[in-house]
């Protein structure tokens, strides 16, 4: 498995845009799809969007599709997640994850996730 830490989350006022980056160590990082959950406070993790581990295939949850993009560097270990027009229910920790199977399901739910980072806080004011 890998091993993940997130960056990039911050304050940001509604309408901006941020780019989350997940920085991957350890092996076979280019041989799992990845993707980022979100988990606002009182809320259960729900997942954002997923990018198989070729980079072809991206889904996106229907609450963040047309303002963000998931991409991935394989050959610097690297996952990003580039959001625009922020909204306030935006606000949450941002994770990401990997599957848990190499060569496994290009978008899998939190609890089939193999790896996870720890946290990148997202803020968005009014």
């Known amino acids: 498995q890998v091993q993940l830490v997130e960056s990039g989350g911050g304050l940001v006022q509604a309408g901006g845009s941020l780019r989350l980056s997940c920085a991957a160590s350890g092996r076979n990082f280019d041989k799992y799809a990845m993707a980022w959950f979100r988990q606002a406070p009182g809320k259960e993790r729900e997942f954002v969007a997923a990018?198989?581990?070729?980079?072809?295939?991206?889904y996106y949850a229907d609450f963040v599709k047309g303002r963000s993009t998931i991409s991935r560097d394989n050959a610097e270990n690297m996952l990003y997640l580039q959001m625009h027009n922020l909204k306030p229910e935006d606000t949450a920790v941002y994770y990401c994850?990997?599957?848990?199977?190499?060569?496994?399901?290009?978008?899998?739910?939190?609890?089939?996730?193999?790896?996870w980072g720890q946290g990148t806080q997202v803020t968005v004011s009014p």
């Open positions: 990018i198989s581990w070729t980079a072809v295939s991206t």
């Open positions: 994850a990997s599957e848990s199977s190499k060569f496994g399901s290009d978008v899998f739910r939190a609890s089939d996730a193999g790896s």
